[in-house]
């Protein structure tokens, strides 16, 4: 059951499809590559559990926190939280997180990865907005799926505190059996059904 003044989105099996055919086009592009792998905390984190098993390169694996959210459902000004400590010099970098809304996260962290030196830079989300706004449409081609423009959660780090602005959501639907009952799931943060404690 959804949380109220919800809706689904995509489904378990349609990202399941969707993180299955971008791995395939990040492993042809990766091919002979050793990359820094940067999960873009926190909502990029679920989405590169998901995706790095299905990479077939050796890499290594760091983070990178840069936010305009920050646990909002509008973006403000970017802060930096963390930075890399695997040196970027003369490296591939895969640049993964969750949602390219603006585009202001992912252009300051590619600019970021620049001015560190590295030697191809690469990135992939999970979801798209499609909306015209983006600073740059050309900031990534590895695009898992597209999602209208509305405020949507479900694969990032949520809390079980649905927003009442909440008008669409993106949730996966577990297997029946897989979660006790009278529990829903949302992705990785757990949202009691209606009516229980």
Request: net charge negative.
């Amino acid at each position: 059951m959804l949380p109220e003044n919800c809706t689904l989105v995509f489904d378990n099996a349609e990202i399941t499809s969707a993180l299955d055919k971008l791995a395939i086009g990040l492993n042809q592009q990766l091919k002979n590559e050793t990359p820094v792998v940067l999960c873009v905390m926190q909502g990029g984190l679920v989405f590169s559990g998901h995706l790095i098993p299905r990479l077939q390169c050796m890499l290594e694996i760091d983070y990178i926190h840069a936010t305009r959210y920050d646990n909002k459902t509008s973006g403000g000004d970017l802060v930096w939280k963390a930075y890399p400590v695997t040196s970027l010099t003369e490296r591939t970098v895969l640049i993964l997180d969750d949602i390219l809304d603006e585009g202001q996260t992912l252009q300051s962290i590619v600019k970021y990865c620049e001015l560190q030196g590295a030697s191809k830079i690469i990135s992939a989300v999970l979801l798209r907005k499609n909306h015209g706004r983006c600073v740059d449409e050309k900031l990534t081609d590895n695009i898992a799926l597209n999602v209208e423009d509305r405020y949507v959660f479900g694969f990032p780090i949520i809390s079980a505190e649905v927003p009442d602005a909440v008008s669409i959501a993106f949730m996966i639907t577990p297997a029946p059996g897989a979660i006790p009952s009278g529990v829903g799931i949302v992705m990785s943060g757990l949202v009691p059904r209606k009516g229980t404690p």
